[in-house]
Every structure is written in C-alpha cells, then in structure tokens.
C-alpha cells in the first residue's frame, strides 16, 4: 500500500491546474509585457489570474505581486520594511522563535547589518502570546513577522490580534502564509497584514510560484532587478502558465475547504488518538489550533531519519520536519523552541495528510507506526539505557 502523508512538504498537482498550465502554455505564449496582439493575450490571462487570487484573499489586483514561490516573497517583504524602518532611524525586528527559515535567515542577514531583531518565544503549545508582540513593540520597531501556520507542527498563530495591535502601535506587519491558504480562509483585510506571502505548490499548484501581497502603500524594494514587469517591482518575465495554474489551484482549493476541512479533521482526530497509544511519545503543539490534517509527534529512544527510511520501506511518505531542512541532523529548531530536549527532538515524525487520504490510509499508518516505531528503538543504545534506567524517560 502507498500513502503520501507529507502534504506540507508539497502536494500534487491539481488537474484543473494541470489544465490551465497546459492551456496557456499552448494558447498564450506571448510575452505579457510586448505591446502585440499575442502578448496582450497573455496580459489578459496575466492580470485574470491576479484579479482571481485578490479576490480569495479578500485584497485588490494592485496589491498581489507574483514570485517564484513563498520564500522570495518572505524574503522581499521583510527587507522592504527592515529598510524603510531604518530610514526613520526605526531597527528592531520582531517575529518568533518557531518562523520558517525564509524568514529567521532573512532576519539573520539584517542582525548582521546592525538590526536589532528580537524572538519571541512560543511556549510548549508552539502559539505566540499577542501580549507579548505587544509588549516587544517600542518607538524603534518597523517590523513584527508572525507566520500564520507553522510548517513544521501546524500551531495556528492569533494573526488577528496580532495584526491589530501592528495597526495600533503603526507598525508593519507581515505574515507568512504559505502553509495556511488553500487549507483555511485567509482574509488579508481580517488579518490586518501589510505583507502576505503564499506559495502555489502547498495547495495543488505547481511548485516555482507564488505570491506577495503587498497593501498599498507599504514599502516594497526592488529584490530582483532588471525588468519593468510587475509594476516594476519584480524583474522577469512572467511565468504564466504557472501563474495561471496556481489561480486555478486557489480557486479549486478554497471551493473544496469546507469538504476536505472536515474530512482531514476526522482522519487527524484518530491518527492522534491512535500514535498517542505508543509509549512514551507525545504530540506536538496545541491539538486544537492546529491546521487540519497536521500531525506532529515525538518518540523517545527514536532517531527520525530512520524512522522516514522504514517507513518508506511500507510505502509512507512522511516527513521529521520542514522539507527545506529535511537533510539536516540537526534537531527542528521548532521542536526545541516548545521545550523538546535533544534527544527527543531527534524522535520526530510529521504527517501531514490531504483531501485524497482516506480513513484507509490512517488504518495503515496505525499498523505501520508501530511496528516501525519499535524496530527503530530495538537497535537505539538511547532506547536501552531508559530502559535499563541508566537514562531517566521524558515522555
């Protein structure tokens, strides 16, 4: 049996995008920014699409600036505001201990340009306190960065109150959304963000494409020079077909949220039921404010990287964290940030299941987990010393 459980990492292609990727590919070939017939064609289907994924995200065509995907547009929206603050004599950052490496490396960058850049801490349920975005807020902050759904355990983040305490103090605010459109309703005017960023391939578009929002009126610098497309403020040439697929995929996603919503609620409902049955192991983050579908555990005396290869082995695609670190030996800098110790961070396992798996599915993952589960701790010296009790268990 096969079962891809690992829909945060990326997900298949959708065939209504698969569709529009081919059609305009064929029937749209011009360049969008020539001044000739077929090019205006593409400029049609250019700005369609941007009319189309304004509108899911409650946002005008003007401010939606396309990109290669989720990263870039993190990357652009905080060192736009990172320097515009900095103009105002305004140098502090602020985000959380659990963000994405798009941005925590972003605002590494900037540390080393002289920012003073601050993260917040998230407590063991992985949600950061409003309060204290409130509290880290003073006269020389020009940037507070929340993701609004974590990548690695799903914890939704109260971007809301967040956004409105940014409106507040009149500081820019900046979400990382990539995880959460197409999964949940992301309304950028309910939020209150001056950037948003998405990523095509985490809701069945293709992967290479995505989206900043930028509101009007918020700094946007130029990150990639070189043309006059997007409004000059994102060189090259559109990749349209892609852009027009992931319209597609938004669309399709969001028409579906209320089905497979439900659905992926059920089947984590008893996947978590289930895995927490195996001693000694523990999930990660809130149960509740999590997105559907995400399941995050840790099991002691397990190493992760081994537990994906035996799990492959059964035919489970599953992931130990973000895909963007998947290589790494390191323990999930998310998982430390909850208060996981090393040697149980090291245990981690995320399944992150779509609107194809089946109740079929979670039966499989239950049996296999397991078993897999207890093949990995019977050759972990860390597993025999707890169990001779020369190590203390945790969980």
Same mark, same amino acid.
């Given at each position: 049996m096969f079962v891809y459980a690992?829909?945060?990492?990326?997900?298949?292609?959708?065939?209504?995008? %698969?569709?529009? $990727? &081919?059609?305009?590919?064929?029937?749209?070939?011009?360049?969008?920014?020539?001044?000739?017939?077929?090019?205006?064609?593409?400029?049609?289907? %250019?700005?369609?699409?941007?009319?189309?994924?304004?509108?899911? %995200? &409650?946002?005008?065509? #003007?401010?939606? $600036?396309?990109?290669?995907?989720?990263?870039?547009?993190?990357?652009?929206?905080?060192l736009s505001?990172? $320097?515009?603050?900095?103009?105002?004599?305004?140098?502090?950052?602020?985000?959380t201990a659990i963000e994405h490496h798009a941005v925590l490396h972003t605002l590494e960058k900037l540390?080393?340009?002289?920012?003073?850049?601050?993260?917040?801490?998230?407590?063991?349920?992985?949600?950061?306190?409003?309060?204290d975005v409130r509290d880290a807020i003073d006269e020389n902050t020009a940037l507070v960065s929340?993701?609004?759904?974590? &990548?690695?355990?799903?914890?939704?983040?109260?971007?809301?109150?967040i956004g409105k305490i940014c409106r507040e103090k009149g500081v820019l605010f900046h979400t990382d959304a990539v995880q959460a459109v197409g999964h949940i309703p992301v309304d950028v005017q309910s939020i209150g963000c001056d950037y948003l960023a998405l990523s095509a391939h985490k809701f069945g578009g293709p992967k290479g494409v995505g989206v900043l929002y930028a509101k009007r009126g918020a700094p946007l610098s130029v990150l990639i020079a070189g043309g006059a497309q997007e409004r000059g403020k994102r060189a090259g040439t559109e990749d349209l077909p892609a852009i027009a697929a992931m319209a597609a995929a938004l669309k399709a996603s969001v028409a579906d949220m209320g089905t497979s919503s439900a659905l992926l609620k059920k089947l984590q409902t008893k996947l978590i039921f289930g895995l927490s049955r195996i001693p000694h192991s523990s999930l990660n983050g809130d149960r509740e #404010?999590?997105?559907?579908?995400?399941?995050?555990?840790?099991?002691?005396?397990?190493?992760?990287?081994?537990?994906?290869?035996?799990?492959?082995?059964?035919?489970?695609?599953?992931?130990?964290g973000s895909a963007c670190t998947s290589g790494s030996l390191d323990p999930s800098h998310v998982l430390l940030?909850?208060? #996981?110790?090393?040697?149980?961070?090291?245990?981690?396992?995320?399944?992150?299941?779509?609107?194809?798996?089946?109740?079929?599915?979670?039966?499989?993952? %239950?049996?296999?987990?397991p078993e897999v589960v207890e093949k990995v701790r019977s050759f972990s010296p860390v597993w025999r010393d707890l169990r001779e009790g020369k190590r203390q268990f945790i969980l």
């Amino acid at each position: 049996m096969f079962v891809y459980a690992d829909h945060a990492a990326t997900t298949k292609i959708l065939p209504c995008a %698969l569709e529009a $990727y &081919n059609q305009t590919a064929w029937a749209f070939y011009g360049n969008p920014s020539s001044l000739h017939t077929e090019g205006q064609r593409a400029k049609e289907v %250019l700005e369609k699409s941007r009319g189309e994924i304004a509108a899911v %995200l &409650n946002a005008d065509p #003007r401010e939606i $600036y396309f990109t290669s995907g989720g990263s870039e547009a993190d990357n652009q929206a905080i060192l736009s505001a990172a $320097y515009a603050g900095a103009k105002k004599g305004k140098r502090k950052l602020i985000s959380t201990a659990i963000e994405h490496h798009a941005v925590l490396h972003t605002l590494e960058k900037l540390q080393k340009e002289g920012f003073e850049v601050v993260l917040l801490p998230v407590g063991h349920e992985g949600i950061v306190k409003a309060e204290d975005v409130r509290d880290a807020i003073d006269e020389n902050t020009a940037l507070v960065s929340v993701m609004l759904a974590n &990548n690695e355990i799903g914890t939704l983040q109260p971007v809301e109150e967040i956004g409105k305490i940014c409106r507040e103090k009149g500081v820019l605010f900046h979400t990382d959304a990539v995880q959460a459109v197409g999964h949940i309703p992301v309304d950028v005017q309910s939020i209150g963000c001056d950037y948003l960023a998405l990523s095509a391939h985490k809701f069945g578009g293709p992967k290479g494409v995505g989206v900043l929002y930028a509101k009007r009126g918020a700094p946007l610098s130029v990150l990639i020079a070189g043309g006059a497309q997007e409004r000059g403020k994102r060189a090259g040439t559109e990749d349209l077909p892609a852009i027009a697929a992931m319209a597609a995929a938004l669309k399709a996603s969001v028409a579906d949220m209320g089905t497979s919503s439900a659905l992926l609620k059920k089947l984590q409902t008893k996947l978590i039921f289930g895995l927490s049955r195996i001693p000694h192991s523990s999930l990660n983050g809130d149960r509740e #404010r999590r997105l559907p579908g995400n399941v995050s555990f840790c099991f002691e005396g397990c190493e992760g990287e081994a537990l994906l290869l035996y799990l492959d082995d059964e035919g489970i695609c599953a992931s130990s964290g973000s895909a963007c670190t998947s290589g790494s030996l390191d323990p999930s800098h998310v998982l430390l940030a909850i208060g #996981r110790v090393h040697d149980v961070a090291h245990g981690s396992l995320r399944l992150t299941l779509g609107p194809e798996n089946t109740e079929a599915d979670v039966d499989y993952l %239950l049996e296999k987990i397991p078993e897999v589960v207890e093949k990995v701790r019977s050759f972990s010296p860390v597993w025999r010393d707890l169990r001779e009790g020369k190590r203390q268990f945790i969980l």
